[in-house]
Nanobody, 123 residues
Framework: QAQLVESGGRLVQAGGSLRLSCAVS????????MGWFRQAPGKPREFVAA???????YYADSVKGRFTISRDNAKNTLYLQMNSLKPEDTAVYYC?????????????????WGQGTQVTVSS
């Protein structure tokens, strides 16, 4: 059973940058596609970015050009570099993983989730 733990969320001013990390343990060798989702108060959880085992990456239109997803398989860690942050990026950010080579963009496609890390962007 894989465990995912996010870190790096905090309060930042608009225009600033943050890097989120997601440490994976326990059964990580079976995980392949991984992603980041976010959920703002009163809104459904939404796709942010995903990456496959061969490092192909995918982004929501709202973050394309500002966010970069990457993974270090040797360290069993997933990252999300967030630049040019906007107040509308404020949300709880979740790391997710699935035991499949296919990248999907819906929360229901992922079997493993972290507890989330709060990102707050002030204007």
């Amino acid at each position: 059973q894989a465990q995912l733990v996010e870190s790096g969320g905090r309060l930042v001013q608009a225009g600033g940058s943050l890097r989120l990390s997601c440490a994976v343990s326990g059964g990580s060798s079976s995980l392949d596609a991984m992603g980041w989702f976010r959920q703002a108060p009163g809104k459904p959880r939404e796709f942010v970015a995903a990456i496959g085992s061969m490092a192909g990456s995918y982004y929501a239109d709202s973050v394309k050009g500002r966010f970069t997803i990457s993974r270090d398989n040797a360290k069993n860690t997933l990252y999300l570099q967030m630049n040019s942050l906007k107040p509308e990026d404020t949300a709880v950010y979740y790391c997710a993983a699935r035991a499949s080579t296919n990248v999907v963009f819906t929360p229901t496609g992922y079997q493993y989730w972290g507890q989330g890390t709060q990102v707050t962007v002030s204007s």
